[in-house]
């Protein structure tokens, strides 16, 4: 999936797109390992030339004045066409040293400008590699050290290095040519150049100073998040493109007398490469417009991000060449030459490792919101989100936090009234039906506060479900009678959809409904309805034309009253020990014709709506968010939060959930554009169920010996129920279509698979 872009965005990137064409491609890259410095000096001419190289560095300074985001997508576009130059590290140096107080970096800038010459930056590195700087006459410093995999070290005229005086942070520019100045030139995988930097005693004028101090710490960070999204940008380009190929190479190699692309194995394995890919674009890019907001935590976020897209790419370039088979091994076939490219970039500033070691070793009493906000708060967002929290902390009654399971019957429905009296509880519906028509934000932080403060699980399916197919296609009448109750609570619904033998295959549902007169009299049986044992009001699928060419055009969508006469219900018992799902038994039940939502037999469509939102709804990162908290308070209290293996993966954990919330976000923007369909969201679904599942695995594991007690854990003042929290959430992968019925969609509807 692309982000939301800008009519200027869209043309920025179409004009990025035809340029790496131009100067990128597999021909030149392979021409790159022969070339004397491992650089493109022509690629690198013509993005001077035309002021790709600038595009971070204001208009004063005769830069185009763009974003991190703009750079993101340029960086996409040049990973897709495999340039070799190390386009994001170049543009940031440049606009460090415009904004540095150097007055030797001006004299400097016109090489670099013009593509005539590299500024690069040299910061971080491998262990134990660093640069300390010793006061010189009559103002400068004298450097010792070095740093590590500096791309196009061989070909750069200038670097800007982050060193230290004592404690101080210093930012300077370097020249090349400077003396005791070494560089060690080096060639990756890719045949593109790498250098280790050392320093022996190199003195640097005073009139070479960027910064010092907190302006230092300041250009730094700033430089760092440009290289970790622009890298991570074009890691995205490269393992998009890459499956793209291979997509393509499926749908025309034949094994067995069939074409690859139609066995499912591989159909997951690219599904499952899709999503990784579409994951860590919303990171980067909504990460990105966090930069571009000067948000305090954009720099870590774009640690995660790099670490992310690190780790994506090598597994999606790798699962490539796998589909390809023993051409794919071969050096005459362009795919491999993307998985050099990615182990090259993913190695650059820093590999995934380091940038997850980051993301664990933080502070413990940092803010954990930050993984899961994607908008600044504006003044006017902070106001909500501390109204939000008082009052969660003022009425959110005690005996319902951190459960498990839904709460009962009544309880949810007395939490509902309560998120209803304070005007919360459709945050997603307009104002003139009664709900907030909250903005992505508020919607953001509603979301996170509850999940924060432990709030208990409701039923979705009036509010979130039904609810926006009635405001967008019922009638007066049926908005009239039905939404009120909706939003109040004084109505509980269920969803009458999967049938035995019709559950992932819902268009092959049985139940019928004949028209009668002024009524359709429905026969057949629904099952796993979530709330059907107590839910007055059912909206279901029906089946109203049994003679239709296709199965899916002779159905309809009909609300019914589930005290109608000939409804019996059954309760189900799962394996958490709730009675949450019912089985639905309709004889000879007459329901009134005006009850059909939409036209008749035009059911499938609206179903997919309907689906849309409970895929978008499931892919709500809250329960993930709920997990990680109760995971570090008890990793905490049983001591597993000093080991370092167990704090890796808790990183590599909280990182997906900093993507899933990254693209959460997007969708939510997507949905209110009218951009999202049924097949759209199944990625985020996957990803939202598959990390909840990972994160109970998280938590049991923290809670140690006392994992399989059936009965709440206390720690820190807060609650956890391990083993029926791991029981029900096994059905996370399971409803609104199994993950792997999700992978069949995505393979078919989404990557035109046969």
Partial sequence: MSVLLSEDDGLLRGNAERLGKQVGGAARLRAVQNAPAGIDDDALRRLGADGWLSLLVSQRHGGAGLGVYQLCLVAEAFGRSLLSLPYAPAGAALKAMTEGRSVDSNNRLQSPFSGQGLALPAYGGHAGMSVSCEPAVPDGFRLFGGRAGVPGAGAASAFVVEATSGDTPVLVVVSRDCPGVVVHERRAIDGTALGNLHFEGAIVPGTAVLAT?????????????????????????IMDEALSRTLDYMKIRTQFGRLIGSFQALQHKAVDAYTQVAI??????????????????????????????????????????????????????????????????????????????????????????????????SPEDAVFRSEVRDWLTRNLPHRLRDLPTRPSFEEQRGWHRQLFGRGWIAPNWPRAYGGLEASVAQRMILEEELAKAGAPEISNQAIY?????LIEYGTPDQKAKHLPGMLSGDVIWCQGYSEPGSGSDLASLRTKAVRDGNSYVVNGQKIWTTGGYYAEWMFALVRTNPNAPKKQEGISLILIDM????????????????????????????????????????????????????RTTSANPHKCIQFLWKIRRAAAATGLLDDPAYRDRLAHAEIDLTGLCAAYAHLIALSRAGKVAAADVGFAKITSSELQQALCDLLIEACNGDAAIAEPLSFDGGRVDPARTFMQNR????????????????????????
């Fill in 563 to 614: 005290t109608t006469p000939g409804i019996r219900r059954r309760p189900i018992r799962t394996i958490a020990g709730e009675d949450e799902l019912a089985e639905v038994f309709f004889d000879d039940v007459r329901v009134p014709a005006e009850n059909i939502v939409g036209k008749v037999h035009d059911g499938w469509r609206l179903a997919n709506e309907v689906l849309a939102q409970e």
């Fill in 731 to 754: 059905r996370v992968t399971i409803y609104a279509g199994t993950v792997e019925i999700q992978r069949n969609i995505i393979a078919k509807r989404v990557l035109g698979l046969p």
């Fill in 465 to 469: 479900h039904i609810g926006p197919i």
């Fill in 213 to 237: 101090a907190d302006e230092a710490r300041r250009l730094r960070d700033e430089m760092e998040q440009a290289i970790n999204l622009g890298l991570a940008a074009e890691l995205v380009g």
């Fill in 280 to 377: 860590t674009r919303f990171l980067v890019f909504e990460t990105a417009r966090l930069a571009d907001g000067k948000s305090p935590h954009a720099l870590l976020l774009s640690c995660a991000a790099k670490a992310k897209a690190a780790e994506a790419a090598l597994t999606v370039t790798k699962s490539m060449i796998q589909l390809h088979g023993a051409i794919g091994f071969t050096d005459e076939c362009d795919i491999g030459l993307f998985l050099k490219r990615a182990l090259t970039v993913a190695s650059q500033y820093g590999t995934a490792v380091h940038h997850r070691r980051r993301v664990a070793a933080r502070e413990a009493g940092e803010d954990e919101s930050i993984f899961a906000r994607f908008r600044h708060d």
